[in-house]
């Protein structure tokens, strides 16, 4: 009777075993299921950057959306035997946890660097499209361009050096030698550039147009009342891209023929103008980064 006993309680300890070494498996990974129609159904973590509106954001029901998550919802809705899981975070947690395979692809309005080809998947097919410009304080609205920023020898308020912003002045400096504008690496990846200009820490600062039409522009923005106070100046239309984990070719390839079919609908240009009130891919011919 003893043993008997005693070898149920083995068994019962094996099990508890097993499932928790299963479920410990299931952390950070994908899962299989197939679907009614019989089709295998992988799930993914698609992360965002949740405090980027409008390109990514929480909702007021606490629900994804922004241009970039809601194109790839219409992606996920094109493959079939992929689940998206959406999972908002930050920025930076975004990058490392698409590098170390806790999410296996990551939208955060990401510009193209050759640093980053090293630690991620760009897919052939950009996701969007974004407006990138110079904040300055009113009364330098006259400052258009880089160039013109340079040759007033005005200082930017700093950028880190793993931001692809760094990268675009960087290349802007290279190509111009003798006209560069003073380019600083900073600690944070992202800085309040509004406030900095506006406290005339800096003379301008980098900036992407859709979060600056949410702090300055919208009615409900932080920085409404700088409206009159500062400006914002586009100096480049940029294509943006989702960062896929360096094993996730076959997912890449996937998400390339559905991102692909939605374009040729037309349906990124709807929303570009419905989350940045404007349609960027108007001006896709002029675009060469």
Known sequence: ???????????????????????????????????????????????????????????????????????????????PEYKFEYVGTTSDDLLIGVEQGKYQVGVKNAFFTQERTEKFIFPKEF??????????????EAVKTLADFAKKGYSLAPI??????????????????????????????????????????????????????QQVLAEDGPYHNLKGEVVYNEFAVIKTWPLFNKKEQEFADAYDKAITQIKEQKKTNELSTKFYGRDLFEVLETVNR
């Open 1 to 79: 009777m003893f043993k008997q006993k005693k070898k149920i309680f083995q068994l019962a300890a094996i099990g508890l075993a097993s499932l928790a070494i299963l479920a410990g498996c299931n952390l950070g990974e994908t899962s299989d299921k197939d679907s009614e129609d019989g089709v295998k159904v992988r799930t993914v973590k698609v992360a965002f950057d949740q405090a980027s509106k409008p390109i990514s954001y929480l909702d007021d029901k606490g629900n994804p959306t922004g241009y970039d998550v809601e194109v790839m919802k219409l992606v996920d809705e094109l493959l």
């Open 127 to 140: 996701l969007g499209l974004s407006s990138a410009g110079l904040v300055l304080r009113k009364e330098d």
């Open 160 to 213: 880190a050096a793993n931001n692809a912003q760094y990268t675009i002045i960087d290349e802007y400096n290279k190509a111009n030698p003798d006209n560069q504008v003073k380019l600083q690496a900073g600690d944070a990846f992202t800085i309040d550039v509004v406030q900095w200009v506006n406290e005339k820490r800096v003379d301008g600062g980098v900036m992407i147009e859709g979060p600056f039409k």
